[in-house]
């Protein structure tokens, strides 16, 4: 396994362990030893001091690993207690693999309260001649320096007799860095170096690494701690928190891409991540600093929107807010041309209006200035999910024209367009009769549906659009909604009540969609298996913007219960 992907599995355990731990929460937090820090701890990474305002991403987990896992013993069934632990070793097993670490032997012994790892280069070497090589380093607390320099020793000797290494002694600034060289290696795959500096362990993949890290820690213009756009974006983030992840976005957008510069190299925009334990799962805070803008913009809403309401309640996904034309602005405004986020949601708007020969900014986006809502509704006839959009009608926008043009483009598509009444609502069906394909009913007729539409009067007036007659008839006669479904109430449970609305997933139903179109899904969900198996849903929700930086809110529903 390379390093790359060593790293890239290993960050995302970071954020497994603390899910981990909550998978077998059954009471409140105040019942555990976790109640000392409520949550986490409100510190930054220490480590940071070693990390380059360069680097493209730094992933920390601020708590030692094994006061969570007693944690999880602690309130844990017997049989859930069994599993979390081997869950654990599992995951031990795998990050570790190919790494020249045991963790049991040579970490655990001497751990402290934070383990800090980083892409601190994008090519730490530029040497053309072996391709783009970027840099790692794993900082690691320890309680106790003299035997983490101890249990190094005994590493390294075992390695030395083994010959499985030549190790070689260099010091820097007064700092002994060991590093240990392969003849059968050109380039370090592995972390090979490695230094105690203070109350840290560092491991690296090259020497060059670490003397890098010894110079950020003791030129505060260096590194990331002192950075001005570290700090900001973390000084939104006020709750405790037991893992943080900071990312440069066009340098992570180039070492994901194996590229020795970003793209946009001029480009600002990082994303900080704070991780905090809840008593049913993992919410996390995100601050987003780079998008262009009003730099304070409050929340939009105070409340869940009405549009919702007519949101079937088995929904297995659903998003909702107000003013998708002035969000649509801010999206293509806010972001530079080139920038990765940019790219991406341009990719997914493609994937959605090719199809339908659509324009959305220019046919939906603009004239829903008010309520929306969209989701993905399980088919009655266990086919593809169903498609549901709502939009409120306000009274000083001009609907009915562009209403009108989405009919036209159904009818130049070649659909007629017929009124059908379904629950005393008249609705409009985009609709194509063809011939069966069956050789012995040649006058038997199929009706193809591409769509359908409906205008509510009472109260709150909506346009609503389904892909099928079913998902529009379930609509307009199911009293039950999503805001009456208990798991959509707990879902969003977690997250502030002000915001500008929200992004849900129903894990438990829409997986084996995601699995179908997105094979990358089952990829990670074989790298991090515990987590997925306990994930029930995952909520989304904005909080507008406070002094140029963007706040948001993730909360990871495990199934856990009060």
């Known amino acids: 396994m390379k390093l790359r992907s060593f790293f890239i599995a290993l960050g995302i355990a970071v954020a497994v362990l603390l899910l981990l731990s909550a998978t077998t929460l059954s009471w409140i937090l105040g019942e ?12 930054e990474p220490i480590a940071s001091l070693f990390v380059s305002r360069q680097a493209p991403v730094m992933i920390s987990l601020l708590v030692n690993p094994e006061r ?19 869950e654990l070793k599992d995951l031990e097993k795998t990050l570790l693999a190919n790494t020249g670490l045991n963790y049991d032997q040579e970490i655990k012994p001497w751990l402290g309260e934070e383990i800090t790892l980083a892409v601190t280069s994008l090519d730490y070497n530029h040497n053309p001649t072996d391709g783009v090589q970027p840099g790692y380093l794993l900082a690691v607390a320890t309680k106790d320096p003299q035997l983490a320099k101890e249990f190094l020793q005994v590493s390294y000797s075992k390695k030395a007799i083994a010959g499985t290494s030549d190790l070689v002694f260099n010091e820097y600034k007064g700092i002994n860095i060991v590093d240990q060289r392969s003849s059968k290696t ?42 001005p756009t570290y700090q900001d974006s973390l000084k939104t983030i006020s709750d405790p928190r037991i893992g943080v992840v900071y990312a440069n976005l066009p340098a992570l957008s180039a070492w994901i891409g194996n590229l020795p510069v970003p793209e946009t190299p001029e480009a600002l925009q990082t994303l900080s991540v704070a991780l905090s334990i809840k008593s049913e799962g993992i919410v996390a805070q995100t601050a987003l600093i780079g998008v262009t803008g009003e ?13 919702l309401g007519y949101v079937p309640a088995n929904s297995m996904l659903a998003a909702a807010g107000t003013n998708l034309d002035q969000l649509w602005q801010q999206v293509e405004t806010g972001l530079d041309e080139d920038s990765p986020l940019q790219q991406l ?63 036209e483009l159904a009818v130049n598509q070649g659909y007629s367009v017929i009124d059908l009444p379904i629950q005393n609502t008249k609705v409009k069906v985009w609709t194509k009769l063809i011939k069966n394909s069956d050789p012995q009913n ?14 509510i009067t009472q109260g709150n007036q909506y346009e609503i659009f389904t892909s099928s007659v079913a998902a529009m008839e379930k609509i307009l006669s199911d009293k039950q909604t999503i805001m009456d479904s208990r798991k959509f109430q707990q879902a969003i449970s977690a997250l502030p009540t002000d915001n500008d609305g929200y992004f849900y997933i129903d894990w438990n139903e829409i997986q084996p969609l995601l699995e179908q ?35 948001a809110t993730v909360f990871l529903n495990l199934g856990v219960r009060k």
């Open 442 to 455: 040649l006058a038997l007729l199929n009706a193809i549906v591409k769509g359908v539409h409906a205008t």
């Open 32 to 43: 555990s030893s976790l109640s000392l820090f409520k949550g986490g701890v409100t510190r």
């Open 345 to 407: 949601f341009k990719e997914l708007l493609n994937r959605f209006q090719e199809p339908l020969g659509l324009n959305l900014p220019k046919d939906v986006f603009s004239w829903v200035k008010g309520e929306y809502s969209l989701a993905l509704v399980p088919s009655f006839r266990g086919g593809q999910p169903d498609l549901v959009f709502i939009a409120e009608r306000m009274p000083d926008v001009e609907i009915a024209p562009a209403i009108a043009h989405l009919d």
């Open 186 to 227: 050109i380039v370090s795959r592995n972390f090979t170096s490695s230094a105690v500096v203070g109350n840290f362990v560092l491991f690296a993949n090259e020497a060059k690494i670490l003397r890098n890290a010894i110079n950020n820690a003791q030129v505060p213009d260096l590194n990331l701690k002192n950075s």
């Open 517 to 551: 179109k997105l094979p990358i899904v089952k990829v990670a969900e074989f790298a991090v298996k515990p987590f997925f198996k306990n994930l029930r849903s995952l909520t989304l929700s904005s909080q507008g913007s406070e002094n140029g930086v963007r706040r």
């Open 68 to 86: 969570l896992e007693s944690f999880s013993q602690y309130i844990a069934s017997v049989a859930n207690r069994r599993r979390s632990r081997q």
């Open 295 to 307: 730099e304070n913009q409050p929340p939009a809403l105070s409340e869940l929107v009405s549009a």
